[in-house]
């Protein structure tokens, strides 16, 4: 029969082993929680590099086809996949420029506003691209990629970069 001593010790010994246990929940906890914070930030400023430089790209080009073909271009090289056009995409990537292309009409619809009339209201559009957002479609086309290909569209800026050993002559 065990001591009280004993009985006491082993109390103590199932308290320390309860709260490592706790602890280890917590930091497993923290740790995720940085995590998600840490690529919700970087996906932040992705997204912000992404519509800027499109939208700098719309603004420069008053033609539409013309502006939406360069930012597409702007984009697909900054992740890149593509150096030169839009032609050197591959297949697979052929239905993304059906997300992204309103997103970009929306964006040249932006820099370069439809005139009012004289009575002031606006000339009627025949497609009204005005009134996308480009932020919301853009999210709208991350959930679609993340839908479709399992993973979030803007980890394709990382890229692994193998360590380049350092060579003194």
């Not at 497993?28 to 499109?54: P, T």
């Not at 790209?57 to 939406?68: K, M, P, T």
Request: hydrophobic share 45%.
């Amino acid at each position: 029969m065990p001591t009280a001593a004993e009985n006491l010790i082993a109390r103590l010994q199932a308290d320390c082993t309860a709260a490592e246990a706790a602890e280890r929940s917590v930091r497993a906890n923290v740790e995720a929680q940085i995590k998600a914070a840490e690529q919700a930030r970087a996906f932040a400023w992705r997204r912000l590099s992404a519509l800027s430089d499109m939208a700098r790209a719309a603004a420069l080009e008053s033609d539409r086809e013309l502006a939406v073909e360069r930012q597409l271009e702007v984009l697909f090289r900054e992740i890149g996949w593509i150096e030169g056009g839009l032609a050197e995409l591959a297949e697979g990537a052929r239905p993304l420029l059906d997300w992204l292309r309103p997103i970009a009409e929306a964006l040249h619809a932006e820099a370069h506003p439809l005139p009012t009339g004289s009575d002031g209201t606006d000339t009627p559009p025949s497609d009204d691209l005005s009134a996308v957002d480009p932020l919301a479609a853009f999210r709208a086309f991350e959930a679609w990629y993340e839908a479709e290909r399992g993973t979030p569209f803007l980890q394709v800026y990382e890229r692994y970069m193998p360590a380049t050993p350092v060579v003194e002559f």
